[in-house]
Structures are given as structure tokens and as C-alpha cells.
């Protein structure tokens, strides 16, 4: 989810504006899901790295959270979206990861899932994955991909990366090892439901060879 700050500027509005505005963006998705039939959307909300920005916007968007938390959850629970959270979560302050786990509990019975990257890193997942496969005394590909955050969610087939930047900037990147990918231009905040029906439309478009022919 990219652009947010890009997305202000144009207007000449305070960033924490375009979080708000981009917080939006998630909440008309999250209810447009259904009917995609899609089983995971994840969304990269948190970087590992976004902790170098201004401690006053780190603060916007950890208010953010909290304030989304406990507006949407209820409607999480009514629609049967199942949170799921990646990334070094149980760090961040002690009254989100309450209110983290909370949510958790309350959607465990949800049938589609909303992924959400929380301080998240690829290659931090991947580091410790890897020190747990070897520690399980066998290093593979199974047992790395059986340790990483994502192991209990499908495949990832899709990626799509808003902004105009053209780059995986640390997500997911062992789950990307086969995925379609997709970059719009479009700024997060206006980022529509529509925008995903029409990448998941080119994706239903591409041929997937997987290294066959
Ligand atoms: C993405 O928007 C939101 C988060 C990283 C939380 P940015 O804040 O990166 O927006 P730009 O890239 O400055 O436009
Ligand atoms: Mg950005």
C-alpha cells in the first residue's frame, strides 16, 4: 500500500491526512472481498524499515491502527474476515499487541483472510525461518516455507504494488518466487475495489508456467 504520502502532498495536506485517507482505501476493500472469492488478501501496512521515518508519523500510524482496530473489528467479525497478522508483531507496543491478539480471537472463525504485515521484513522472516528449520535439524525448502510467517496461508499468486514504484521493497519475497505481479500508478488512497477486479482480471489473463513451457 504506497502513495499515501504522495497522495497528500498533491493536495498539500498533512501526510497523517493521506494515512487516514489510505486506512479508507483498506476499509472499502476489506468490504468489497466477498464476492472476489479470494481466500487471502495481505496487506504490507508496516515495514520493518518504517520505523526510520519521523517518530510523529511512526506515532500517526500506530494511532491509525489502533483506531481502525477497534472501528472495523466488529464488522470483521459480522463478515466472516479472518485476521491474520505477519511480521514482528509482538513487538510493538503492548496495548496493540493486545489489541492484536483480541482480534485474532474474535475472527478465528472467520472464512477469508485478511493478512496484515506488521513490522514486517522478508528477509528477517526468511533469516528466522531458516534458524528454525535448522534447529528442527533439516534445512529444505519445505521446512524453511514451514516456518515462515505465511505458512499457514495459500500460496501467493497475486502481488500488486500501488505508486507507481517498481520494486518489492522486502515483502514477501520467498512467497513471490512464482508470483503474478502487477504495478499501478494509481496512489494508494484511491486505490477502488474496482482497481482489484481489474488486476485480478489480468491475472486470470497470464499464462503460469512455473519454469515449464
Ligand atoms: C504508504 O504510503 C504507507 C505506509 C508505508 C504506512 P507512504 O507513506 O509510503 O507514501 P509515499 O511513498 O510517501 O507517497
Ligand atoms: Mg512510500
Known amino acids: 500500500m504506497d502513495g499515501n504520502g504522495r497522495w497528500a502532498k498533491k493536495r498539500a495536506l498533512p501526510r497523517a491526512v493521506g494515512h487516514q485517507r489510505g486506512v479508507e482505501a483498506v476499509r472499502r476493500l476489506v468490504r468489497a472481498l466477498e464476492p472476489t472469492g479470494l481466500e487471502c488478501l495481505t496487506l504490507y501496512a508496516f515495514s520493518s524499515e518504517n520505523w526510520k521515518r519521523p517518530d510523529e508519523e511512526v506515532d500517526d500510524l500506530m494511532n491509525l491502527m489502533r483506531r481502525f482496530i477497534r472501528s472495523d473489528l466488529p464488522e470483521f467479525v459480522a463478515n466472516k474476515v479472518k485476521l491474520k497478522i505477519i511480521g514482528d508483531w509482538q513487538s510493538l507496543a503492548p496495548d496493540i499487541v493486545a489489541m492484536l491478539e483480541d482480534a485474532l480471537a474474535q475472527t478465528a472463525n472467520g472464512n477469508q483472510t485478511l493478512a496484515v504485515a506488521l513490522n514486517y521484513g522478508a528477509q528477517h522472516e526468511i533469516a528466522r525461518a531458516a534458524a528454525k528449520a535448522a534447529a528442527s535439524g533439516a534445512v529444505s525448502i519445505e521446512t524453511i516455507a514451514a516456518h ?9 499468486d497475486l502481488l500488486i504494488r500501488t505508486s507507481g514504484e517498481i520494486r518489492l521493497s522486502n515483502f514477501l519475497l520467498w512467497q513471490a518466487a512464482y508470483a503474478e505481479m502487477i504495478f499501478v500508478d494509481t496512489l494508494w488512497p484511491d486505490f477502488e475495489p ?6 485480478l482480471d489480468d491475472f486470470a489473463r497470464r499464462e503460469r508456467r512455473y519454469g515449464g513451457r
Not at 148 to 156: M, R, S
Not at 194 to 199: G, I, K, P
Open 148 to 156: 515462515l510467517d505465511t505458512a499457514d496461508l495459500p500460496p501467493l
Open 194 to 199: 474496482a482497481h482489484l477486479m481489474q488486476a
